[in-house]
C-alpha cells in the first residue's frame, strides 16, 4: 500500500504528518507544493503544537504486508 506523507512544521518547531492513501503516481512536485502551500495558508489543520507553518518535506511511503500464518 503506497501513501503520499506531507510533513509541515507547526509552531512549536515540531513535525505534523498529514498523509493520504493511494496517491496519483506519477506525483506533480508542483501541485503537490501548491497543495502545501495552501493548507498552510489556509490554516486547514491544527496540531496539539499549533498552527503548521512551514513546509518540511513530501514523499511516497509503501509498506508491504505479508501475514504469517499461526
Given at each position: 500500500m503506497k501513501k503520499l506523507e506531507l510533513k509541515f512544521?507547526?509552531?512549536?518547531?515540531?513535525?505534523v504528518t498529514i498523509a493520504l492513501d493511494a496517491p496519483v503516481e506519477p506525483v506533480d512536485a508542483a501541485l503537490v507544493n501548491t497543495a502545501m502551500d495552501t493548507i498552510i495558508?489556509?490554516?486547514?489543520?491544527?496540531?496539539s503544537g499549533?498552527?503548521?507553518?512551514?513546509k518540511k518535506e513530501a514523499r511516497i511511503v509503501e509498506r508491504n504486508v505479508q501475514?504469517?500464518?499461526l
Open positions: 512544521l507547526n509552531q512549536d518547531g515540531k513535525v495558508t489556509q490554516n486547514c489543520f491544527i496540531s499549533g498552527d503548521l507553518v512551514a501475514e504469517i500464518q
